[in-house]
């Protein structure tokens, strides 16, 4: 069965770091293209990174670019996403997310809460 | 970036009728290969998103027939033919044709 479970937040001040980790089970993770999806606090769904096989290719939301950081490790099934320069605004609950074959984002992890506050 | 607009922002659905949402992207779904990369995800209040169907129509394993998906171009609907009790919180329409990936607003189904 596949699973996704994040790890890595809390809380930080603004300008502070973090680094979101995913570990996947269930499925070799060397196979996937995996999306960070962010949820604010009673708000809708934004997208903030991706992560392809090949290369690896990162894509960065304008939003978090030059601050966020995806990477990946195959041995491990893990991904992580490396946060710097925290703002109030990147408060959410940040999940991990399986990019299946033709743009489906068929499996989300349970979600890391991150809170960006002084 | 491709604008997703969704409409209504609420229904409130009697058990067993019928529930429609509709979806517009600024710009055509339609990717260089021919496919449109529209899906449609659910979320239950607490819990993440799941995806309930892809590239229009296709809906993934497990989801129940009662829910389906149709158009082209800009224009999308998602349609339940007859509402359950677990199907209410909020669905969302989310292209992945073109990055940026965009989700639409959001549309709360509860039941009347």
């Known amino acids: 069965e596949v699973h996704l479970v994040e790890s890595g937040g809390g809380l930080v001040q603004p300008g502070g770091s973090l680094r979101l980790s995913c570990a996947a089970s269930?499925?070799?993770?060397?196979?996937?293209?995996m999306q960070w999806v962010r949820q604010a606090p009673g708000e809708g769904l934004v997208w903030v990174a991706r992560i392809t096989t090949d290369g690896p290719y990162t894509t960065y939301a304008d939003s978090v670019k030059g601050r966020f950081t995806v990477s990946r490790d195959d041995a491990r099934n893990t991904v992580y996403l490396q946060m710097n320069s925290l703002r109030a605004e990147d408060t959410a609950v940040y999940y991990c997310?399986?990019?299946?074959?033709?743009?489906?984002?068929?499996?989300w992890g349970q979600g890391a809460l991150v809170t960006v506050s002084s | 970036d491709i604008v997703m607009t969704q409409t209504p922002l609420s229904s409130s659905v009697t058990l067993g009728q019928p529930a429609s949402i509709s979806c517009r992207s600024s710009q055509s779904l339609v990717h260089s290969d021919g496919n449109t990369y529209l899906n449609w995800l659910h979320q239950r209040p607490g819990q993440p998103p799941r995806l309930l169907i892809s590239k229009i129509s296709s809906r993934l394993s497990g989801v129940p027939d009662r829910f389906s998906g149709s158009g082209a171009g800009t224009d999308f609907t998602l349609k339940i033919s007859r509402v359950e009790a677990e199907d209410v919180g909020v669905y969302y329409c989310m292209q992945t044709t073109q990055s940026p990936y965009t989700f639409g607003q959001g549309t709360k189904v509860e039941i009347k």
């Open positions: 269930g499925f070799s993770l060397r196979y996937y293209w």
């Open positions: 997310v399986r990019n299946a074959a033709e743009g489906a984002f068929d499996y």
